[in-house]
């Protein structure tokens, strides 16, 4: 049975960090590349950042860039998402996915792309207060 179950979420104020972790279980976890994404109420679920399957190669949202870090251990079977200089605009529920698309994405227009993750957790809340 597969599994992604993220954890770390909490209520935290402007210019605060946050870890968010994600483990994984039920599938081949060093096949998949892993992202990240988050869903504020009343939006569209938006990608955040993504990791590659082995070699680490990252890309985030522009919104992100600079502030979060997406990492993972194979060995362990997680992701993690740390997140640095929050914002309110950061409020969201953080959702942990693996990619299972084949041909896999090969532009950052494709790592964007909620339809290419096969797999996805129930979600962890982060809000940050002003």
């Known amino acids: 049975q597969v599994q992604l179950v993220e954890s770390g979420g909490g209520l935290v104020q402007a210019g605060d960090s946050l870890r968010l972790s994600c483990a994984a279980s039920g599938f081949i976890f060093s096949s998949y590349p892993m992202g990240w994404f988050r869903q504020a109420p009343g939006k569209e679920r938006e990608f955040v950042a993504r990791?590659?399957?082995?070699?680490?190669?990252?890309h985030y949202a522009d919104s992100v860039k600079g502030r979060f870090t997406i990492s993972r251990d194979n060995n362990k079977n997680t992701i993690t998402l740390q997140m640095f200089s929050l914002r309110p605009e950061d409020t969201a529920v953080y959702y942990c996915?693996?990619?299972?698309?084949?041909?896999?994405?090969?532009?950052?227009?494709?790592?964007?792309?909620?339809?290419?993750?096969?797999?996805w957790g129930q979600g962890t809340q982060v809000t940050v207060s002003s």
């Open positions: 990791i590659s399957r082995r070699d680490g190669t990252t």
């Open positions: 996915a693996a990619d299972g698309s084949y041909p896999g994405a090969r532009t950052p227009a494709q790592f964007m792309e909620l339809r290419r993750y096969k797999y």
